[in-house]
């Protein structure tokens, strides 16, 4: 099955599309678009955002963002991952700490301290593959290794014999 084909068979059983991207990996105008032309093209997938009201909406992107900044991402990631404008990131913080939440200060260097160097070669080799997926490269690289770790692949994908001193 194709991620287009998962994407409509998501949308199908109800998932909003920013659940999908989450689910799939991908950013949420890639579910759009996608969504979008399944319509054009005879697909019967709802539309999510007429069914909910704008407040909802707005609390549901509080949550997301309030969860994200307390695990001490700079408000610019969060926007980037969640596709929202980076001022929006910066009044849900405000709004939050208003409300008595804690949230942790974060510097754009200690953002960047926790980007793993990628070479150009290797952000290259990438490119195609996250462009199929509506990512960009690092994003991708990410997904990589939160997929390998998450599902204990480090000794498999190296396969140096390390894993015998474990």
Known sequence: MTTTDEIIELAKSNRFPFQIAEQLNVKRNYVSSILSEARKNGHDIPKFTPGKSRSARGAETYERVIYQASLGLHPLEIAGR?????????QKIKQARENGIIIPQVS???????????SPKIRTALEPHASIRGLTP???????IRAIVENDLVNAVLDDGAAHDL
């Not at 690092?138 to 990589?144: D, K, P, S, T, V």
């Open 138 to 144: 690092i994003e991708l690289g990410e997904a990589l």
């Open 108 to 118: 754009p260097v200690e953002a960047v301290k926790r980007r793993i160097p990628v």
């Open 82 to 90: 969640l596709n929202i404008g980076v001022q929006t990131v910066y």
